[in-house]
């Protein structure tokens, strides 16, 4: 028989809770974003974050069932964000999944919110293992080449910025509304990406490792030399920055990519996290799979940013691999794969 989970995520700014089926079906999957309440601080702050989740965490399990039309005796098992993340947060998540396991006799498991990004192309795309994952977020940057629900091995990662972070830093650099993803690449669409010649920061160094600070750096350096050459900044400055500074991310992700798939070869890539949302990228990385002889997937959008969908897969992966937590789960701010 099919297992049937609650999924609960609660590491960052959004409050979220699904059912999700061992077959791959999404019964629900409720999203509650937080967005307004940071606006004013230009980041999340982990008090209001944590005090919104400890707010809305049981209103959003309550609709994700009541839209699944499952009670929670119907359920399985329930799988929670256990880490890394802001840490008041994840505990209000963890607390609540301990709270309906212990209520309801459910198993608990205890998922890493990176394995639940990890696994999200078995989710909807049935991907066999291997596989090799790029997870480009706004906290994460790194390669993982996935052979099994427990089995991930790190090839490389940022070691500064994140690309999602760079994104929404060079958005602020321009004055440019939050949140600065999708808002850049928009405005990259109306530029021009060969009018400045942004660095590709690492790209002569051998290995997966990358790095996007730098190039955030010769982002301010170029808007202050336009500034002070015109006194200001004309529409098509900042169109043709962020098209140069897209086109300066997908070039470097494109190229780890490259040697990532050489160092791991996999017959398929995949993508995930909010920067997997970009166009300009996601073609970039098609390419190389193509290159490579590999499938690519990319999950829908809504599964590539944060969701609990992806929770609840990853802890049927993991109760199906033997997984099972107790009342001493903790929650762990840090938590590498
Ligand atoms: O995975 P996610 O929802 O949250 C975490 O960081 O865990 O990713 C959000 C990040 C933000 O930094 C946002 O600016 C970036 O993903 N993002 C994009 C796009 N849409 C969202 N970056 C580039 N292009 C986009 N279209
Ligand atoms: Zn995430």
Request: aromatic share 4%.
């Amino acid at each position: 028989m099919s297992l049937t989970f609650l999924g609960i995520e609660s590491s960052c700014d959004d409050t979220a809770a699904a059912v999700v089926r061992e077959d791959g079906t999404i019964l629900a999957s409720v999203v509650a974003g937080q967005t307004d309440l940071h606006a004013d601080f230009g980041g999340v702050v982990p008090e209001i974050a944590a005090r919104a989740h400890a707010e809305k965490l049981d209103l959003c399990v309550e609709q994700a069932l009541s839209e699944a039309g499952v009670a929670l005796r119907d359920l399985d098992g329930i799988a929670v964000t256990a880490g890394p993340g802001l840490i008041g947060g994840v505990l209000a998540g963890v607390m609540l999944a301990k709270g309906l396991a212990v209520g309801t006799g459910l198993p608990l498991v205890g998922v890493n919110h990176l394995a639940g990004h990890a696994l999200t192309p078995r989710l909807t795309d049935q991907v066999a293992y291997p596989y090799l994952m790029l997870l480009v977020s706004g906290g994460h940057c790194q390669f993982l080449s996935v052979s099994g629900p427990e089995d991930f091995t790190r090839l490389g990662g940022t070691i500064d910025d994140a690309p999602g972070e760079a994104f929404d830093k060079v958005a602020k650099l321009l004055g440019i509304p939050q949140p600065g993803g999708p808002m850049v690449e928009e405005a990259a669409q109306r530029g021009n990406p060969k009018r400045f010649a942004f660095p590709r920061p690492l790209l002569d160094r051998p290995g997966c490792d990358m790095s996007f600070s730098g190039l955030k750096t010769a982002i301010l350096r170029q808007r202050d030399e336009l500034v002070a050459a015109q006194g200001g900044l004309h529409e098509q400055d900042r169109d043709d920055i962020c098209a140069g500074f897209q086109a300066a991310v997908a070039d470097v992700l494109a190229e780890k990519t490259r040697r990532a798939l050489a160092i791991a070869p996999a017959p398929t890539l995949a993508v995930a996290g909010g920067v997997a949302a970009n166009q300009t990228l996601r073609a970039a990385l098609q390419a190389v799979a193509a290159e490579a002889g590999a499938a690519f997937v990319a999950p829908p959008l809504r599964l590539c940013t944060d969701n609990a969908a992806m929770i609840a897969w990853a802890g049927i992966e993991a109760y199906n691999a033997g997984q099972r937590d107790g009342l001493d789960l903790m929650a762990r701010p840090r938590w590498p794969l």
